[in-house]
């Protein structure tokens, strides 16, 4: 019974178990890929995995392994990837990843008051990790100029998303031009806008001959187009 129990135990192979080493390049990976799509060729994406439990043993997956992210997971700075097993004994884990994503972002140069349209001279390039700015970041001079400060800023601050917004081109209580525009005429009438407007944004204005309430999006300054 001895030699046959022995026997057993020799010939029988132990359950193999799935590299750690293995789990967290197939999330260093995935999370590198996200993170460059997410943020263009211009950025610089280094990603380090963090540590998993020694005492982890997770069944060897056969049939590979399928890397994931949470809606609303974070592709800078401190992050997490989902790892699971497809078959033929499914598990699943979270791997903690950290995101370094350097590149170049958008900074003033100057200190400037609430309100001002922001010009070339205002502004300049600085390169950041951008996982260390919660706010977001802007990183086109092009995109950068013309917008508008929400609020005084002191010179060398990040400007976000937040802080800036399109110049108002029609504002309201302004008497504006009503384009409409038909298949074979144009017509041309003044209004009265009945809300402020940047380009591109949907406004009412009050036809000033008709009296009549019509919508249109701001194409210009004091310009609105409507559809005949």
């Known amino acids: 019974m001895l030699l046959c129990l022995t026997a057993w135990l020799i010939s029988t192979p132990a359950l193999a178990h799935e590299p750690h080493e293995r789990i967290l390049d197939t999330a260093t990976r995935y999370m590198a890929e996200q993170a460059r799509a997410a943020h263009g060729e211009a950025f610089e994406v280094t990603v380090s995995p963090g540590r998993l439990d020694p005492r982890l043993r997770l069944r060897a997956c056969e049939q590979g392994l399928e890397p994931f992210t949470s809606p609303g997971a ?11 097993c497809l078959g033929p004994v499914t598990w699943s884990l979270y791997v903690p990843v950290h995101v370094a994503v350097h590149g170049e972002v958008v900074v003033l140069g100057h200190p400037l008051p609430r309100g001002m349209q922001l010009e070339a001279q205002h502004l300049r390039l600085e ?19 013309d917008m508008v400060l929400r609020r005084a ?12 917004e399109p110049p108002r081109l029609v504002r309201r209580g302004q008497r504006v031009t009503l384009l409409a525009e038909g298949s074979a005429v144009n017509v041309r009438v003044e209004g009265e806008a009945l809300a402020d407007g940047s380009r591109g944004e949907r406004v009412q204005v009050r036809n000033l001959s008709s009296r009549r309430v019509v919508e249109g999006v701001v194409l210009s300054h004091g310009v609105v187009g409507v559809r005949m």
Do not use: C, F, K
């Open 74 to 84: 974070r592709l800078a700075g401190n992050s997490t990837v989902g790892i699971r």
């Open 127 to 145: 390169r950041h990790d951008v996982g260390a700015l919660p706010g977001g970041y802007l990183n086109d001079l092009e995109l950068a100029r």
């Open 153 to 164: 800023l002191p010179a060398g601050t990040v400007l976000t998303p937040q802080m800036v």
